[in-house]
């Protein structure tokens, strides 16, 4: 648990966390600025059509990647994990920088998506678009980045880069964004901004579960 919650606050009070939540931001400013330049009438559009833009679907993997997704390439290269390890053993060392990278992923993207919620409702007021907001996305956003944080590490694991650790997430949305909107347009499932909160959370735990093995076998090297 200790060094679970060093990780955590070395994530947190990084400037990789903050630097996911001002993209996240930025990629949901983009996306509002171009709804208001094709369709002007329409100040305040519904926030379900920002967030299913592409500016927003390709920005949320690299900032949900960013908090954590280097962490364990760096941690690796410098031998920082052998005090992880020390501390609370190798399962429980991997399975704290799982938990911390899907939790650095999810809090970026979502305090990013709360900052652009309160930066357009206090310059473009408009109850009616605040009303017509469902808010089942927190979680369903959250889930995904924590999916996409996972990505992360599983590219730092297998390439041992931090550039890979960043835009692995990112590779993957594009590639099943290709494959959906040119080969398998019915394919729903390849549309992971749609997919429900608790798709999220099962591919994360899966994809955690088949992580902890080589990222165990890693420390030992």
């Known amino acids: 648990m200790g060094a679970l919650r060093m990780n955590l606050r070395a994530s947190l009070y990084g400037t990789a966390f903050w630097g996911g939540i ?50 364990w390439q760096e941690q690796t290269a410098t031998g920082f994990w052998r005090f992880s390890v020390s501390r609370s053993g190798r399962c429980s060392a991997s399975a704290g920088k799982l938990v911390v990278s899907w939790l650095s992923g999810a809090g970026a993207v979502l305090l990013g998506f709360l900052l652009f919620l309160s930066i357009t409702v206090l310059i473009l007021p408009n109850q009616d678009a605040v009303d017509r907001l469902n808010w089942r996305i927190f979680p369903q956003i959250a889930a995904l980045a924590g999916l996409y944080g996972l990505m992360s590490v599983y590219g730092a694991l297998v390439f041992r880069s ?34 429900p909160a608790w798709r999220s959370l099962i591919a994360s735990t899966v994809l955690a579960a088949l992580m902890l093995i080589p990222m165990e076998r890693r420390l030992r090297a």
């Not at 100040?43 to 967030?51: I, N, Q």
């Not at 949320?60 to 990647?65: G, K, R, T, Y």
Request: proline share 7%.
């Open 162 to 195: 931090r550039i890979a650790a960043w835009f692995t997430p990112f590779l993957i949305c594009f590639l099943l964004t290709m494959l959906k909107e040119r080969y398998f347009p019915e394919v729903r499932l390849l549309d992971l901004m749609n997919w």
């Open 22 to 71: 001002l993209l996240f931001l930025a990629g949901c400013l983009a996306a509002l600025w171009s709804n208001l330049t094709e369709n002007p009438i329409s100040f305040f559009p519904a926030v379900e059509e920002v967030l299913s833009s592409q500016t927003v679907r390709l920005c949320l993997p690299v900032a949900a990647a960013l908090p954590y997704g280097a962490a």
